[in-house]
């Protein structure tokens, strides 16, 4: 009998290990795509981010197998999050309008550690390994699937190529708001780009 009380003792050990395990390793990766975003992957060591997720440097290799491989984990976490905030959109073209409006705003362009992985991270990621490269094609793809859904609910692949559009438009226009030293001409960017979107769209 004392065994087999031990027996199962043991095995909830292994459980709540692995447990805590699953979420340390999600704190990392939180912790470090808000990091990323904001210093640049090159600009992000292992310490920093270790200690924003209150942790030692001898713990990541417990986690993962090279920075690379964060990257690639972190990209793929990012994007899913992203397509599946498009969620708590309202329905259809609506929803894609407030998303526009939201992405092109001053809030997202000004905090760049919480917003889109794209307009923060785009630049850097064609310098990535192939997993992290295959992460953001994935998660792109979810993206652009999500929005030709929208435009044409009946036939999303009539709408693909506005959906392309559409994406590389909200992409490029906040990273050129963000690299602006003058605040109404980036202001205006921002602007500008709200009425190229929606005319996309239509």
């Known amino acids: 009998m004392g065994w087999d009380v ?3 003792t043991g095995g909830e050990s292994v459980r709540y290990a692995r447990e805590h395990k699953q979420v340390t390793r999600r704190r990392i990766i939180e912790k470090a795509g808000s990091r990323f975003k904001r210093d640049g992957i090159d600009g992000s060591g292992i310490s920093a981010l270790m200690a924003d997720a209150g942790l030692t440097n001898g713990a990541f290799y417990a986690h993962f197998a090279s920075k690379d491989d964060l990257v690639a984990q972190v990209v793929a976490e990012e994007l899913r999050t992203q397509a599946a905030n498009y969620s708590t959109l309202r329905p259809g073209r609506q929803g894609l309008e407030d998303l526009v409006r939201e992405y092109l705003s001053p809030e997202h362009r000004d905090h760049p550690g919480a917003g889109c992985p794209s307009a923060a991270l785009l630049d850097e990621i064609t310098r990535c390994g192939d997993a992290a490269k295959r992460a953001y094609t994935e998660g792109a793809r979810d993206i652009v699937d999500e929005m030709a859904a929208r435009l044409a609910p009946g036939d999303p692949g009539s709408a693909r ?3 392309i559009g559409l994406f590389t438009l909200l992409v490029g226009t906040l990273q050129l708001s963000r690299a602006l030293a003058d ?11 709200i009425e190229n979107a929606l005319a996309v769209m239509d």
């Open 6 to 8: 031990r027996r199962r």
């Open 161 to 163: 190529g506005r959906a």
């Open 183 to 193: 605040p109404a001409f980036a202001d205006e960017v921002l602007e500008r780009g």
